[in-house]
């Protein structure tokens, strides 16, 4: 299975700001190629060039081979972009969402919530409400029981979805 153009480039966006996504691209256009070259053809600089690929690297984007150069006895790199490795990137950014929404929802279910109706203030949990006597620690007002069941209701629909999408 492999990404799309975008998903790759989003991902070099996150990893490598924009000069990320200018060295995918070029990944994507040639197989095996040094980091001499992608700099010639980016006009980004060699130590920054590598940098990012070792970034790339570390999060299995990328793959290097090396092998000696006949005359001058030294190791050239040389680089490829590794698409079904990208997809395992995604893969492992899905379970982690997934990780936070289950302990999210776990929160929400075991917990009761509190506001006083002010959009800017933020909701209480039942044991900060005790503490101040069921009144907003931010403006003052009296606290009212926060139905969360639409929230509850929303997580459980995304896991769900995510679950299925990482079944497929
Ligand atoms: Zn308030």
């Keep these: 299975m492999s990404v799309s153009d975008e998903t790759l480039y989003n991902i070099a966006k996150v990893l490598g700001g924009e000069q990320g996504v200018e060295i995918i691209k070029v990944l994507k256009e040639n197989q095996d190629i040094t980091v001499e070259n992608i700099s010639a053809i980016t006009n980004i600089q060699i130590n920054d060039v590598r940098k990012l690929l070792y970034k790339f690297y570390n999060h299995s984007l990328v793959t290097s081979k090396r092998f000696r150069d006949k005359e001058t006895g030294w190791f050239i790199f ?12 995604i893969q492992g950014m899905k379970q982690k969402i997934l990780k936070k929404l289950e302990t999210r929802l776990e929160h929400e279910k075991t917990h009761e919530f509190y506001h006083c109706g002010n959009p800017t203030c933020p909701r209480i949990t039942f044991e900060t409400a005790m503490d101040t006597v069921f009144r907003c ?5 009296s606290l009212r029981r926060l139905d969360n069941s639409e929230c509850i ?3 459980e629909i995304k896991i769900k979805e995510l679950k299925e999408d990482l079944n497929t």
């Design 137 to 141: 620690p931010t403006c003052d007002e």
């Design 78 to 89: 040389q680089w490829r972009l590794q698409p079904e490795l990208v997809e395992a990137y």
């Design 153 to 155: 209701e929303f997580l």
